[in-house]
């Protein structure tokens, strides 16, 4: 069988959100071909997409895409010997060898088939780009791990902060999906979905099937309207504040978990600090604020958006709140101690 390697290369690379790091399912860290497809599955997040590899069988992720990357190739020669995939190339001076698994083990039936697919809105990549930032990190609370998914819109809450986008969505009912599921699909140019029992699906026009665990949980969505409810004095945000958390960002983003920069308002002014391993930024902007000095932190992607589609903030007591059309985020003011 001969093959084009930058084409499968592409196609693995499309299905590199459903691989597990650690092998906690059975040829979970595998890519899995099958039926002139290849599937990858790590019990969160599955990936069906048409390949040009028609073998059947299941063969280590991270081997396979680093030998494929290191040969010069165009074409490649593939057979099937004693167990391993071969890979030829150079006219045949050039040869190695994967070992694969026949059997398949990798549960992929455990994904229930998508059938009534139905359109995604062309805003729900950006909604879920937007409130993203806002789900938690505390695996001991689950549900604000999860982005929750309404007919009505789409809202994360990490006790600290809130995020909600207004969007019609045909769903079932109410669900939570892993924040990590549905923030890798945002690239992926998705125009369809599908709910099946366990789970929904996500397909676009390259044939990429990219299906998220979903979740039957509690969430207080109640208490979050009740506080998106909160009205303050409308502020101007200050002028170059986007170019400024740019700049902040350059090291808050070592902070790998925690990517945050430190918003501080105090009479007439507004501090943006970032710090990372390898140093830190600080930038003062004015502000008609005249409340008591007070301090949040947020994602810097978030805030960068915010500046782009809006330019006026509400404030509190304690609360700091930016609402647009489709769009609310509310996040708390902790008083500076001095």
Avoid at 127 to 139: H, L, P, R, S, T
Avoid at 300 to 327: M, Q, R, T
């Amino acid at each position: 069988m001969k093959i084009n390697k930058e084409d499968l290369l592409k196609e693995l690379q499309i299905v590199l959100p459903g691989l597990s790091q650690r092998e906690i399912i059975e040829q979970s860290s595998c890519f899995v071909f099958k039926d002139k497809k290849i599937y990858t599955y790590n019990d969160e997040i599955a990936c069906c997409f048409p390949s040009c590899l028609h073998i059947e069988g299941a063969i280590k992720a991270s081997t396979f895409l680093s030998i494929l990357q290191k040969l010069n190739e165009i074409f490649l020669e593939v057979e099937i010997q004693n167990g391993e995939l071969v890979l030829i190339g150079n006219k045949k001076k050039r040869k190695a060898g994967i070992r694969m698994e026949k059997e398949i083990l990798l549960p992929i039936d455990c994904v229930e088939t998508p059938e009534n697919w139905k359109p995604l809105p062309i805003s729900f990549t950006d909604a879920i780009n937007m409130v993203q930032y806002c789900a938690g990190k505390d695996e001991t609370q689950f549900n604000i791990t999860c982005i929750h998914l309404t007919p009505n819109y789409v809202e994360t809450c990490d006790n600290y902060q809130i995020c909600r986008y207004d969007i019609k969505l045909p769903l079932n009912g109410n669900i939570l999906v892993r924040r990590n599921s549905l923030s890798q699909m945002i690239s992926l140019d998705m125009n369809e979905f599908c709910e099946t029992d366990s789970w929904i699906h996500f397909r676009n026009p390259l044939g990429l099937i990219y299906s998220c665990r979903k979740y039957i949980e509690d969430y207080p969505s109640e208490e979050i309207t009740e506080h998106l409810q909160t009205t303050g004095i409308q502020i101007k945000l200050p002028e170059g504040l986007k170019k400024a958390v740019e700049r902040a960002s350059v090291f808050s983003v070592e902070n790998v978990e925690d990517n945050y920069v430190v918003i501080n308002l105090s009479k007439g002014m507004l501090r943006v600090t970032g710090q990372g391993v390898s140093g830190w930024f600080k930038e003062i902007k004015k502000l008609q604020y005249n409340g008591q000095d007070m301090d949040f932190a947020i994602s810097p992607a978030l805030l960068v958006d915010l500046c782009k589609k809006y330019n006026e903030c509400e404030i509190c007591s304690d609360k700091l709140k930016v609402k647009g059309n489709h769009f609310t985020y509310l996040t708390v003011l902790n008083p500076v101690q001095k």
